[in-house]
């Protein structure tokens, strides 16, 4: 990288392509003064601007130092821009108190192709488009065009669009091989619309900006991780087959399990997400959010926990950072003062859909060691919970809330999912258990990766559709990759289940099939299990999972290996085609298909009723994996019955014979 300075303009370059430039014909920055209009419910958010006025900035002076330059803009900001080989990062001082309102250019061009801004479910290629940076309930349907978006719309703001997201972060990655991030939680919205710039907005003064670049992609997410912070590795015990969702209590729950063991399903863990008791809403089968196992549904359950153990299952329960008026711990935290509070001193309630709960504030100390030692420790860990789904993170409301921090709740709200990805990850390795325990979390922001042991995609539709369903997890993965979080899955299946939307046998059966190829195999039997397709009712399901299940143990010592790389190189485990093929501009494009590390490809099928799937293959030469039939570069169409998702493994691959044993035992 190299900054270009005249009197009257300067540019930062990379390898000879223009990332940022200014002069006085051509500002770069923007500022101004806002008001905006935030509407929640249950974790959906309606955000209006009032735009007061946006100023474009001229330096007033500029003064060439020795790693950079200094810029004076009149009497509203100060920026050092500073260069060290491939980094530059920009300090900004804020003059002017009044602005709250930030927009900087990043030079662009028409093919640029652009990733990241967190976990995005919709689109992988940002470009030409622009996306709102909030972490919220990523909405069902999400797609305004649809009748099941409106529906959730008219309901209660719940539709979404194609940029909700729970994990939203103001970084993206350019396919000129460089990423650009903003130091900050405010809300922000990255613009890609524009063919010649990219304009992002923050509603405040941004800590910095930091462009890095690389001479590869795999070499630029080293960097980029080491910046954030890298993910551990997953436990061992993951690996030995499926995590099963299953609830209802003792009886119910661990006699699925059993009877998935009869029929030859690999397991490796229990996962009973009402643990802690349940409620029964509108939406379906809720939880009682009070964080210890529920004496009557789960009678003895450390006993249960040991038994389980003794046959080398895992159990896992749930947890989330709020808790319920009406329950025990509740009561323990007004002792304590843990919660946020209202202007008026009380404890601020937040509506959860048909239950009130109490927001732990974890910008207090006091609140924040009481729940990772309380809570999370004593009623979780201490009785054997080998794991859980540390859930939410999205919801801290921003209006008439007071928190320990003294920041405002509009630039704690998107920092809220990091601080409780940490307060899980304290409470683990606290306790010796880093390594061994296992949570998953759908939120995430600055600063999640180090402390997210393994992200899931959250609350997909139970079926095929474009920005809701089994697709969208694919999308998921690579860009959440792209942002540093290189580990994750999905629901089996998908949750959501509302407006006559039911889960299918066909959408089960692909969602594992392609969930085989992942790096962690789980199910889950959504918000209304009673009436959606569930495995352990159908004979031929279970035998299916079974197979696939076996595939998914089968190919340990590959997923093991990339898990290893993510925590060391921070290299995703699901990884776009273009990171090994980057002189390809058709890899660069694709959405719908990923690569298992260097040497797999994976296709899923993701459309209903499809037996075969049209697949395009990058240089070198492939085989797939159910035929043996090799492949040179180019599309090919391939037969894709159920449990047979579209794999092929790279001609010559050290894990050429790993796959050859799995075409002879698995293959049709």
């Not at 009497?75 to 920009?90: N, Y």
């Not at 028409?110 to 990523?138: A, N, V």
């Not at 998908?494 to 006559?500: E, H, K, V």
Request: glycine residues 8%; hydrophobic residues 35%.
């Amino acid at each position: 990288m190299k900054l270009n300075i005249t009197d009257s303009s300067f540019s930062l370059e990379n390898r000879g392509r223009a990332i940022f430039s200014y002069s006085n014909e051509k500002p770069f920055i923007y500022v101004g003064k806002g008001k905006e209009d935030v509407l929640m419910y249950r974790g959906n958010f309606k955000i209006d601007d009032y735009l007061i006025e946006r100023i474009p900035l001229l330096a007033t002076q500029v003064k060439e130092t020795s790693d950079g330059l200094e810029v004076e803009f009149g009497t509203f900001l100060k920026a050092k821009v500073t260069v060290k080989e491939d980094l530059c990062t920009i300090n900004f001082e804020q003059l002017d108190k009044s602005i709250n309102r930030f927009w900087i250019r990043m030079d662009s061009y028409k093919s640029e192709h652009i990733y990241g801004c967190g976990e995005q479910m919709s689109y992988f290629d940002l470009k030409g488009r622009h996306f709102p940076l909030w972490t919220s309930e990523p909405g069902v349907g999400r797609d305004k065009t649809t009748y099941i978006t409106w529906k959730g719309d008219v309901d209660g703001m719940s539709g979404g669009d194609y940029y909700n997201t729970n994990f939203p972060q103001p970084t993206y990655v350019s396919s000129d091989k460089f990423y650009v991030h903003v130091q900050t939680t405010a809300y922000a919205d990255f613009d890609f619309r524009n063919d010649e710039f990219s304009e992002l907005q923050i509603w405040e003064i941004p800590k910095f900006i930091r462009i890095e670049a690389a001479a590869s992609f795999v070499e630029l997410l080293e960097k980029e991780t080491a910046f954030f912070g890298r993910q551990p590795k997953l436990p061992d015990w993951v690996y030995n087959g499926l995590i099963i969702g299953a609830q209802g209590g003792n009886e119910r729950a661990f006699g699925i399990l059993e009877k998935s063991l009869e029929k030859g399903i690999k397991v490796s863990g229990l996962w009973c997400q009402d643990w802690c008791g349940k409620r029964v809403t509108s939406f379906g089968k809720r939880l009682q959010w009070d964080w210890h196992f529920h004496e009557e549904m789960y009678p003895n359950l450390p006993e249960k926990i040991k038994e389980i153990h003794d046959k080398d299952i895992k159990y896992l329960g749930y947890i989330n950072p709020y808790l319920v008026k009406d329950g025990k711990l509740f009561e323990e935290g007004l002792k304590k003062d843990v919660f946020a509070k209202k202007s008026d001193g009380s404890v601020y309630l937040v509506d959860f859909g048909e239950f009130d709960c109490g927001v732990i504030d974890l910008t207090n100390p006091t609140a924040y060691e009481w729940f990772k030692d309380e809570v999370i420790k004593k009623y979780s860990i201490d009785i054997g919970i080998d794991g859980w789904m540390a859930d939410f993170g999205e919801y801290l409301p921003t209006d008439d809330i007071i928190l320990s921090s003294g920041k405002p709740a509009m630039i704690e709200h998107n920092h809220w999912p990091a601080l409780w990805a940490k307060c899980n990850y304290d409470a683990v390795s606290e306790s010796g258990k880093l390594g061994e325990v296992v949570y998953f979390m759908r939120a995430g922001g600055i600063g999640s990766q180090k402390y997210c042991t393994l992200l899931w995609a959250g609350d997909q539709s139970v079926d095929f559709t474009r920005h809701d369903g089994l697709c969208t997890v694919i999308c998921a993965a690579l860009s959440s990759g792209m942002s540093g979080c290189g580990l994750n899955h999905s629901d089996i299946g998908g949750y959501t289940s509302l407006y006559d939307n039911l889960r299918t046998k066909e959408v089960f059966l692909r969602w594992a099939e392609m969930a085989a190829f992942t790096p962690v195999m789980r199910t889950h039997e959504g918000n209304r299990p009673d009436t959606n397709f569930q495995y352990y009712d159908d004979e031929d399901c279970m035998k299916q999972l079974a197979r696939l299940t076996d595939i998914y143990v089968a190919i340990t010592p590959l997923l093991k290996e990339l898990v290893e790389e993510n925590s060391l190189k921070g290299t995703p485990v699901q990884r776009p085609l273009f990171m090994h093929y980057a002189k390809d501009e058709r890899c660069f494009t694709e959405q719908f298909e990923y690569l298992l590390g260097e040497d797999v490809l994976v296709a899923p099928v993701y459309e209903e009723g499809k037996v075969e799937r049209k697949v395009f293959l990058p240089e070198d030469g492939f085989v797939h994996l159910w035929t043996g039939k090799e492949f040179s570069k180019g599309e090919c169409v391939v037969e894709a019955q159920l449990g047979d998702t579209p794999v092929f493994y790279k001609k010559g691959s050290k894990y050429s014979e790993l796959f050859e044993n799995i075409r002879k035992q698995y293959g049709r």
